[in-house]
């Protein structure tokens, strides 16, 4: 199955692979060093995996929100020969540059510090209207959760973004609709984002996140002043009994589980 | 000062200093020529000082150096996190701009007043504030936060040096009176007041005064300040600001550590509101003890 990409390419066979890969080794790096987060981290992985492997350029900037899911990005820079197996092993122990929420001031594609969520928007705005100031080209993107969008700071930033055009500016969403202690839905009846993005002038599509010919496509063509990609998602994908559930955002990989887990990933590179 | 600090920043502009502007929708009727030299350069970012802080930061990561500006307590409570997160630990070339120091909003009410604004920021990272004393001071202020690469705070207040005194250049630490009471250190503005009540004091009263305007002050004490305060004996600081996380407790752990520490040590600094009534500038410096008259009495420098 293989379908346009952005950058002239497909998606191809191969790139199943290479997400097949992605995902056993976010596994085996939580399972191995027993850190939670293992479930919003297996919900975006497949979209940040695309990212770096089908659409980031080396003028273009990412930054990750939902700081939470740090796991996702090392393997998704790893995946994409950014990051070292070496560097992986570190992840979480002492010494390391691999916290469990980024640390800036080390590598150039974790540009900043990032887990106390509502902060990346306002980032990604400030980086936009940069480039927009300067003339200079490159395109930002950002990932947030989707619980995030009931920090305030969320909206300051998408209005600011709407009313300054910042069509170089593209926010994905993370919508495995479950937060810290429960659905969104029923913390804060936020299960709707869509029309509310669509309410402060941003550009919505809504896909599923773990279709990366889908992400591709969202993302393509003139953005609008920002475009938004909606990614519904299932927290915890491929954690057998425990897809879609809270546990997985809290329980460490148990051996069984770990392994389990792996199968449901499939074959591949 | 905060039309000096207005001329000043246009000068920057229109000399071609690069940088954006960002406003918390603040500035009508002062900031328009800054606007107008900036062009798109000059951003109202509404009324949104998270946003505003983490702009900055986006703009500065990015290369372009920004200043945010909004009354004070909006920038460093309101928007505390954007700016420990997003400037501090990436140590960004953002200024950050708090008009209305200490009590300078007077009667317009206590969510107004900065009273904890460089104890809280010089705790971060790399952060170090300004608090320029006179209207004279801003360009030379500008200049250096202009060249500075890391984080800083501006604190603006009101000009309130004495008339018809020779000003001297601005430096972190300056003497503003030779006498022969006891040394007094005063944070920003308020050496005015304490300046002008100086003047006419006899010299054997006369406090030697001193103007603090950057912090953390340790690494830009003067050894002039340092002789003075031995040879008094007796060393006073007077801030707008309360006492934790204030430059008083500061200035005495340097003083202690340096094995250098005076005889006598007093601090006046802000203790809040003890009437629960709001009034001018000048009734809460009354009311704190930090009017002139309160300070040099309780210092033995009145007659």
Redesign the interface.
């Known amino acids: 199955m293989a379908s346009p990409d952005p950058l002239g390419g497909v998606v191809s066979v191969d790139f199943e692979n290479v997400l097949r890969s992605a995902r056993r080794r976010l596994l085996k790096m939580h399972y191995e060093s027993q850190v939670c987060h293992l479930g919003g981290n297996l919900s975006c992985l497949d979209a940040l995996v695309t990212l770096q492997h089908r659409t980031l350029t080396k003028d273009d900037v990412f930054i990750l929100s939902k700081g939470h899911s740090a796991g996702a990005l090392y393997v998704a820079l790893w995946s994409a020969g950014k990051l070292s197996e070496d560097d992986l092993k570190t992840f979480h122990q002492d010494g390391t540059r691999l916290a469990g929420h980024p640390a800036s001031g080390w590598h150039p594609d974790i540009r900043f510090s990032t887990g106390s969520l509502g902060h990346g928007p306002g980032l990604a705005a400030g980086t936009a209207l940069s480039r927009k100031l300067s003339g200079r080209s490159g395109r930002i993107f950002c990932l947030t959760s989707d619980g995030e969008w009931q920090e305030g700071s969320c909206w300051e930033a998408l209005t600011f973004a709407a009313h300054r055009g910042l069509d170089n500016l593209c926010l994905l969403v993370d919508q495995n609709g479950l937060q810290g202690f429960g659905s969104t839905e029923e913390v804060a009846s936020t299960a709707d984002l869509e029309p509310r993005f669509r309410a402060f002038h941003a550009g919505v599509r809504t896909v599923d996140g773990h279709d990366p010919d889908a992400l591709l496509a969202a993302l393509d063509g003139s953005w609008e002043a920002p475009r938004i990609v909606v990614l519904r998602t299932v927290k915890g994908r491929f954690l057998p009994g425990l897809e879609g559930r809270m546990e997985s955002h809290y329980l460490p990989l148990k051996a069984d589980g770990y392994e389990a887990a792996v199968k449901a990933c499939g074959e591949g590179l | 000062m905060r039309d000096a600090f207005r001329d000043g920043m246009t000068a920057l502009a229109r000399g071609g200093v690069p940088f954006?502007f960002l406003t918390g929708d603040l500035g009508f009727g002062a900031l328009e020529p800054l606007r107008d030299a900036l062009g798109?350069?000059f951003?109202n970012?509404?009324i949104?000082e998270?946003?505003l802080?983490?702009?900055?930061?986006?703009?500065?990561?990015?290369?372009?150096d920004?200043w945010a500006y909004s009354i004070a307590p909006f920038l460093y409570a309101r928007a505390l996190?954007?700016v420990r997160?997003?400037v501090c630990?990436?140590g960004l070339p953002v200024r950050l701009v708090g008009n209305g120091g200490g009590f300078s909003y007077g009667s317009m009410g206590p969510t107004h007043h900065a009273l904890e604004d460089y104890g809280i920021l010089t705790a971060l990272k790399g952060m170090r504030a300004y608090v320029p004393a006179f209207n004279e001071d801003l360009a030379a202020v500008l200049a250096a936060l202009t060249a500075r690469r890391g984080p800083a705070y501006l604190r603006l207040g009101r000009g309130e040096a004495p008339k018809g005194v020779p000003m001297p250049d601005y430096a972190p630490w300056r003497r503003l009176v030779s006498g022969d009471g006891p040394t007094l250190a005063v944070v920003g503005p308020l050496a005015g007041t304490l300046w002008s009540a100086s003047l006419n004091l006899p010299q054997n009263r006369r406090p030697r005064l001193w103007v603090c305007a950057e912090l953390p002050l340790a690494d830009t004490l003067p050894e002039a300040f340092l002789e003075d305060v031995e040879s008094s004996g007796t060393l006073a600081l007077v801030e707008e600001h309360v006492a934790q996380g204030g430059a008083g407790p500061a200035l005495a752990a340097e003083l202690l550590q340096r094995g250098r520490a005076p005889r006598i040590f007093r601090h006046f600094a802000v203790r809040g509101y003890p009437s629960g009534r709001v009034g001018s500038q000048a009734f809460h410096r009354r009311e704190n003890g930090l009017d002139a008259p309160s300070v040099l009495a309780a210092l033995g420098c009145l007659p």
Do not use: C, K, Y
């Not at chain 2, 802080?53 to 372009?64: E, K, Q, Y």
């Open positions: 954006v798109p350069r951003i970012a509404g949104s998270q946003n802080v983490s702009v900055a930061a986006g703009l500065a990561a990015d290369g372009t920004a996190e954007q997160n997003d630990f990436h």
